[in-house]
């Protein structure tokens, strides 16, 4: 007997399902974090091959390569950073897992009723692209009042804000107290890396400097020649 | 047998029910798990149903274009930065606190 191409969606959409489900719900009951991390992994797999089945092959490799490639790693490197005896035994009380699963129930039917007495139909007429991977490029790319460019756009901002803030929060040394600082890079802020004592005696220095230098016989000395000691020093820069 | 099978094709309701286990099954890891990795994984698991739904609407409500594919890919690149953006936080707290329990994340409640 042979299996024709309908049948053989119908078995493999429910086997993908069945699998999902079970490594989702193996997902957020593991006790162990590592092994959550891993059948994560599996969910997000068995997901790529959803989209294959949705007739959606480019998502599904965006999907292995972000969500697995990408976040998964990140995960793992999350759980083995964060390690601590106290949590290696994740085990919620009985009381918390009854509230938790009441209220994931009731979503669970609001939205199957919702779904099930809801008639879904295409709603519009016309013949579906025959390559979805290039429509996406087109869609993504496509400045006209159907496309999403300026979407695109701020997704790139997101990800390098996203980029910069892990780093800035994630960073081992806390940067000084001025915001903004790069640790002692920029002109003007290795002052703030120095000992107090000297950060205080530069200021008082500079303080000194601004007022006409007193001589020791308390004469003041003629105010032309400070002027131009000062212009020398700091490079004769207009102020 | 074939037939049959290929009667009992996949409907969209069969296809969002399943994304809708899937999110259920998230939110159950959201309000159980007392590690904040934890959390995050199971808020992944939710994004990335919530992905698949789009798809699922886009194959079987609008199958003309592909305005639920390009939805996907800014879950999925949004998801991307939630993760980056929360393990960060997740190290620098685990520095400071030694421990990702949220339930002695309060400091902020008294």
Redesign the interface.
Known sequence: ????P??????I??LI?AV??VL??A??TARR?LR??IF?MG??FM?AG??VL???P??AG??VL??VG??VV??V???M??H?E??QM?N?PVR??V???L???A??LM??GV??T?E??????????AD?TR??GM??LDAGP?G?VL?FEV?SL??L???I??????RKVPPPAQPFTSGGDMPGEADFQRPRSQRDGARQARSLADKPPVAPDRSPVPPAQPVSQRDVQSGGGAR | MNDFLAAHAPTATAWLVLGAILFATGLYGVLSRRNAVGILMAVELMLNSAALNFVIFNKFVAPVAVDGQVMAIFAIAVAAAEAVVAMAIFVALFRHRATVDVNRMDSMKD
Do not use: N
């Open positions: 007997m042979t299996v024709t309908e049948a053989a969606y119908t078995v959409f429910y399902a999902a489900v989702a719900v997902v957020v974090l959550a991390a994560l969910v997000l997901s959803l989209y949705l007739d959606a480019f998502l965006i999907q972000v969500y990408g976040i990140l995960i490197f999350a759980v950073l964060t601590s106290a949590l994740d919620p918390r897992k509230l938790a699963s209220a994931a129930a979503f669970l939205t199957g779904f099930s809801t879904f139909y295409a709603l519009r007429d016309g013949v579906p692209p979805s429509a996406i869609s993504l159907a999403y979407p997704v997101l990800l804000a996203a980029v803030g892990g780093i800035v929060v994630a």
